[in-house]
């Protein structure tokens, strides 16, 4: 993707880019219309981009005001600096342009499908969740004493970009009624909290030498008394390791994402207008992936 090409793929090792393309096969709706596919697929691989570009000041620099400017950039157009003082050259971080020309990707090929008219609404709420999550997610690190399972399975999930997918793959599925959108839709919330615990799995060791709380490993630590807010905010990284280790956290996101998967084939029994069922092969590899990483 010239995109990558251009900004040397973000700092990120090019395999990163390769997974998320094979992700974003393996949970694909089969009623995608053929003709679509290719550009569908461009534009969630550009969403991931976004995605990856915003987590990292939500994640990483923990950067609130950076953060809101770059979640101002969909659905609002042209994004402008604040007007500088007089004399003071206007300044903006080169993420916004990124950003910005990102968007622009992911709007030109979603439009182009045959319901965005009727699903944009759908997608410009979907994002808003998004966002959320990463807001969220600077909260948390900015003050770890908040931290708690409930909400963090609420909000967390929608970092995998799972519901966003799922309302693109609709606007391409003229074939799915409306009467089954809502199926599908929630369905998805349950493959998406699989998403995002098949990655906690696989990511939750490095977060600790960053002091990144955010992640649900913490969340189920805390929700099985395991651990104490004071614990996560001050124990050195590798006794963070060894308790988080001991506090069995991995088998909880386990037995979660059991739980997930019940309850997307109870939903998906319920579709007539396409194999959902088919997705979960997918999501069982997406974890497979995650378990032998």
């Known amino acids: 993707m010239r995109f990558l090409e251009r900004h040397g793929s973000l700092g990120r090792d090019p395999f990163l880019w390769r997974w998320a393309q094979r992700g974003i096969r393996l949970v694909e709706l089969p009623s995608v219309a053929p003709e679509h596919r290719d550009e569908l697929r461009t534009a969630k691989l550009l969403a991931v981009v976004f995605n990856v570009l915003v987590d990292d000041v939500a994640d990483v620099e923990r950067d609130a005001a950076l953060l809101g400017r770059l979640a101002a950039v969909p659905f609002a157009g042209a994004l402008r600096s604040a007007r500088p003082r007089e004399g003071e050259a206007p300044r903006e971080d080169r993420r916004e342009g990124w950003a910005r020309e990102l968007w622009q990707g992911i709007e030109a090929r979603a439009r182009a499908l045959p319901l965005a008219r009727e699903l944009w609404p ?138 997930h998967r019940a309850s997307f084939a109870r939903l998906a029994g319920r579709v007539r207008s396409l194999d959902l069922e088919s997705l979960l092969a997918g999501l069982d590899e997406l974890l497979r992936s995650a378990q032998a990483a």
């Open 122 to 259: 759908a997608l410009r709420f979907d994002y808003d969740q998004v966002f959320t999550c990463m807001r969220y997610s600077v909260l948390i690190n900015e003050e770890p004493w908040l931290l708690n399972a409930q909400e963090h399975r609420l909000y967390a999930p929608h970092n995998m970009n799972m519901m966003v997918f799922a309302t693109l793959d609709l606007m391409a599925s003229p074939g799915v009624p409306r009467e089954e959108w809502g199926l599908v839709r929630g369905a998805f919330v349950h493959a998406q909290a699989m998403g995002q615990l098949s990655n906690m799995m696989v990511t939750w060791e490095r977060e600790i030498a960053a002091r990144d709380v955010s992640s649900g490993v913490f969340a189920e630590a805390l929700d099985a008394g395991s651990l104490d807010p004071a614990a996560i905010a001050s124990l050195p990284p590798r006794e963070l390791h060894a308790r988080m280790l001991a506090s069995g956290a991995e088998a909880r996101l386990l037995a979660h994402w059991h739980q």
